[in-house]
């Protein structure tokens, strides 16, 4: 009878995870209209010397608030101690205006791994340096070879889903020919 037990209750964990995957997530509310939450995460292993990766794109909709992590190498993995050494992450409107918003301030000093620290910010839009118009947080490697499988980057951000940015970027929309985009 214990294994009919079992069962039974590894099928409702079951059911439930199904559910939760298959359902839609439920909106966040922010100040000042409706928006949506998102959470991305991604290994940066491979990307170029020079290259960026345009992480979280939510033209034509701004970002109110995200907050951004990164694991990187860097020469000191103390508190406050030293930016990033590779991985920069910018945020603002591509095309438009991006400011790199890593720095020493956001070492947390937490490293498990030799060679890897962690590093976290939280950025609002129009504060802190910070564009008003906030639409894309992308990743560049500011470094001499390719990124490897310790740099990762995750992001959350509330996205205002109710009001679009009157003058967002195309994405290279009506600049050239062949541009399908």
Same mark, same amino acid.
């Given at each position: 009878?214990? =294994?009919?037990?079992?069962? +039974?209750? %590894? /099928? $409702? @964990?079951?059911?439930? &995870?199904? *559910?939760?995957? #298959?359902?839609? !997530? ?55 101690? =030293?930016?990033?050494?590779? +991985?920069? %992450? /910018? $945020? @603002?409107?591509?095309? &438009?205006? *991006?400011?790199? #918003?890593?720095? !020493? ?69 009506? &600049? ?6």
């Amino acid at each position: 009878m214990k =294994a009919g037990k079992h069962y +039974v209750v %590894v /099928l $409702v @964990g079951l059911v439930i &995870v199904g *559910l939760a995957t #298959v359902l839609p !997530a439920g909106k966040a509310s922010a100040p000042g209209g409706e928006s949506q939450f998102i959470a991305v995460s991604s290994l940066l292993a491979g990307l170029a010397p020079g290259a960026v990766f345009p992480f979280i794109d939510t033209t034509p909709h701004g970002i109110a608030q995200a907050h951004i992590a990164i694991t990187d190498s860097t020469t000191n993995c103390s508190a406050g101690a =030293a930016a990033p050494s590779n +991985v920069k %992450v /910018l $945020v @603002g409107q591509a095309g &438009v205006s *991006l400011v790199s #918003v890593m720095g !020493a301030a956001t070492n947390t000093g937490i490293s498990t791994t030799p060679g890897q620290c962690v590093f976290h910010v939280t950025i609002n839009a129009g504060q802190g340096g910070v564009p008003n118009t906030v639409t894309d947080i992308v990743v560049l490697n500011g470094g001499a070879s390719a990124l490897t499988g310790i740099n990762t980057v995750t992001a959350s951000a509330s996205v205002r889903v109710g009001e679009e940015i009157a003058s967002w970027h195309q994405h290279g929309r009506d &600049v050239g020919a062949g541009n399908s985009n």
